[in-house]
């Protein structure tokens, strides 16, 4: 199992205009397993805003490959579901998609997007929280 998980990190970071009022922002930690060409773990997007939408916990996987090329030498796409509750005074939930985008470099900085329900985020900064790069296994 230990071999399977060689070269395993942990990356952080926030894709959106971190600092803009009322923007959502994707804020991840993820595993990243680069022998494998998979990401697992989970995204927060919040939102200055009251209701559903001001803080979503999304759990994701996903892949990464390297690009080979440019400026940015890495792509990484993720996908997951969440519960989305109506805003009162509707009663219900249902699950909605989240996925996201990023073309980013070996410090996981870059640009990329995400949409979630109803909302699509494009060519949003992303930036790593912290070079966390240290491997797991």
Do not use: C, R
């Not at 009322?22 to 805003?49: D, E, H, M, R, Y």
């Not at 990464?64 to 996908?79: E, W």
């Not at 073309?103 to 494009?122: K, R, V």
Request: charged share 5%; proline share 7%.
């Amino acid at each position: 199992m230990t071999d399977l998980l060689a070269g395993a990190y942990l990356a952080k970071g926030t894709i959106g205009n971190v600092g803009t009022p009322g923007a959502p922002i994707a804020s991840f930690s993820l595993v990243v397993v680069p022998s494998q060409n998979s990401v697992s773990g989970t995204v927060v997007i919040t939102q200055a805003i009251s209701g559903p939408d001001g803080n979503i916990v999304v759990p994701v996987t996903g892949k990464i490959y390297a690009t080979g090329f440019g400026q940015f030498t890495q792509v990484v796409s993720l996908q997951g579901q969440y519960v989305h509750s109506f805003p009162p005074p509707a009663i219900g939930a249902f699950l909605a998609d989240f996925d996201a985008h990023l073309a980013i470099d070996g410090a996981w900085n870059g640009t990329g997007g995400f949409s979630y329900y109803q909302h699509n985020i494009e060519n949003a900064p992303v930036k790593a929280v912290a070079n966390l790069q240290a491997e797991l296994a």
